[in-house]
C-alpha cells in the first residue's frame, strides 16, 4: 500500500507524482513559439545534468512517491546519451513517457516497444508542408509524418499536439479533427502560451470556447465529451464513430490548477513547481555538494501557488510583468 506521508503535497492538498525531466535544451527544429528566433545561450556542458544525475535525481523523486516521469527537451532525443537513459529509468517502478518532435523516432522503435513505453506525444502543429517549413524553420515535414505512421503501424496509440496560433494554423482546426476519423490518435489543441523570447499576444491566441465553438458549427451533435482523468491537463472530445480522439489544453482560459500533479526539472537541473513560477530551486547544485535533496523538494511543493505561479486571473496572466521572461519554452522543458 501507498505510503501517503511519502507523496509530495502542497498546502492545497494536490499530491505531486508526475515529473517532467528535460533532458537538453537543444533541438533539431526552431518553433517560434518555443525558442527565440536567435536561438539561446546554451550553457557549458558542465553546467546540466549527466546521465547519472538524471537517474540519481530521478530516483530521489520516486522514493517521494512519483509515479510517472516524462521526458522532455528540446528535444529529448537527440541527446546522445538518451537511450541510455530511457533503459536505466524504465527499470524504476514508474510509467515512463515520452514527449517530442518525432524526428528520431524511428530509431528508437525497437525500444519502446521492449520497455513498453506507450505514452509518447507528437508536436505537429500543422499538415501543411511549408506551413511546417515556416513554423519549425526547418524541413523535415515527411520524416515526423512517416514517423507517426510508423509507431501507428506499430500498435502505438499516439497524442500530437498542436499549438493553435490565429493567422498560423486556426484554418486547420477542422482537418486536425478529421485526422482522427480512422487513426487511434488523440490530437491535443494547446491555447499558446507566454514564454521569453516567443513575441506572445493573447489575440493570437484560441481560447476553449473559440476552439469548442468552431467544432461545434461543424459536427454539431456529433461532437461527444469523454470523462477526463482526475489529474489530466486536457478536456477530452471525440467525433461520434471516429477512431481517435482530440483534446484540449486550456492553461490561459480554464487553467486546470486544482487537480495538477505536476513537477518540472530542467535539463539543468533546476526545480520548477509550475510552468508558470518565477521561482526555481537549484537540486543539481545540492546534489554535487552532497547535500540532502527531500527538504529542498519537499519545501518546493509545499509553496506552490494555488493557481499559474500567482497569477490567479486571466488579467494578470495578460500582464506581461507578471510572466517569467527568464526562461524560454525551450530551455524549461516541453
Given at each position: 500500500m501507498e505510503n501517503e506521508a511519502s507523496v509530495l503535497t502542497d498546502q492545497f492538498g494536490r499530491k505531486h507524482d508526475y515529473l517532467r525531466i528535460s533532458l537538453t535544451e537543444r533541438c533539431n527544429l526552431r518553433c517560434f513559439y518555443c525558442m527565440p528566433e536567435n536561438g539561446i545561450q546554451l550553457k557549458e556542458n558542465a553546467e546540466y545534468m549527466t546521465k547519472s544525475e538524471v537517474v540519481s535525481i530521478a530516483k530521489t523523486f520516486v522514493n517521494l512517491g512519483v509515479k510517472?516521469?516524462?521526458?522532455?527537451?528540446?528535444?529529448?532525443?537527440?541527446?546522445?546519451?538518451a537511450s541510455e537513459i530511457i533503459e536505466e529509468l524504465a527499470a524504476l517502478p514508474i510509467e515512463l513517457a515520452i514527449t517530442t518532435n518525432g524526428i528520431l523516432l524511428d530509431k528508437f522503435l525497437d525500444q519502446f516497444k521492449r520497455l513498453n513505453i506507450t505514452a509518447i506525444n507528437v508536436s505537429l502543429d500543422t499538415l501543411n508542408e511549408t506551413k511546417f517549413n515556416n513554423i519549425t524553420r526547418r524541413n523535415y515535414f515527411e520524416k515526423v509524418r512517416s514517423n507517426i505512421k510508423l509507431f501507428l503501424n506499430n500498435g502505438f496509440k499516439l497524442k500530437?499536439?498542436?499549438?493553435?496560433?490565429?493567422?498560423?494554423?486556426?484554418?486547420?482546426?477542422?482537418?486536425?479533427?478529421?485526422?482522427?476519423?480512422d487513426k487511434e490518435i488523440d490530437y491535443r489543441f494547446i491555447e499558446f502560451m507566454p514564454f521569453n523570447g516567443n513575441k506572445w499576444d493573447w489575440s493570437k491566441g484560441l481560447s476553449l470556447h473559440e476552439i469548442n465553438t468552431k467544432i461545434s458549427s461543424v459536427y454539431g451533435a456529433s461532437v461527444m465529451k469523454l470523462q477526463d482523468g482526475k489529474n489530466d491537463t486536457a478536456k477530452s472530445f471525440k467525433i461520434e464513430n471516429y477512431k481517435g480522439t482530440f483534446s484540449i489544453i486550456s492553461s490561459i482560459t480554464n487553467p486546470f490548477c486544482d487537480s495538477c500533479n505536476r513537477i518540472r526539472l530542467?535539463?539543468?537541473?533546476?526545480?520548477?513547481?509550475?510552468?508558470?513560477?518565477?521561482?526555481?530551486?537549484?537540486?543539481?547544485?545540492?546534489?554535487?555538494?552532497?547535500?540532502?535533496?527531500?527538504?529542498?523538494?519537499?519545501?518546493?511543493?509545499?509553496?506552490?501557488?494555488k493557481i499559474r505561479g500567482g497569477m490567479n486571473s486571466h488579467s494578470d496572466i495578460l500582464n506581461a510583468k507578471n510572466i517569467d521572461w527568464k526562461r524560454s519554452m525551450v530551455s524549461i522543458g516541453g
Open positions: 510517472k516521469i516524462r521526458l522532455t527537451g528540446g528535444e529529448p532525443l537527440v541527446r546522445k546519451d500530437i499536439n498542436a499549438v493553435l496560433i490565429k493567422g498560423v494554423n486556426d484554418d486547420e482546426l477542422i482537418d486536425f479533427v478529421e485526422f482522427t476519423k530542467t535539463a539543468d537541473g533546476q526545480l520548477k513547481n509550475c510552468l508558470f513560477s518565477n521561482s526555481e530551486s537549484n537540486l543539481l547544485k545540492s546534489f554535487r555538494n552532497g547535500d540532502s535533496l527531500e527538504a529542498i523538494i519537499l519545501d518546493s511543493i509545499l509553496n506552490k501557488k
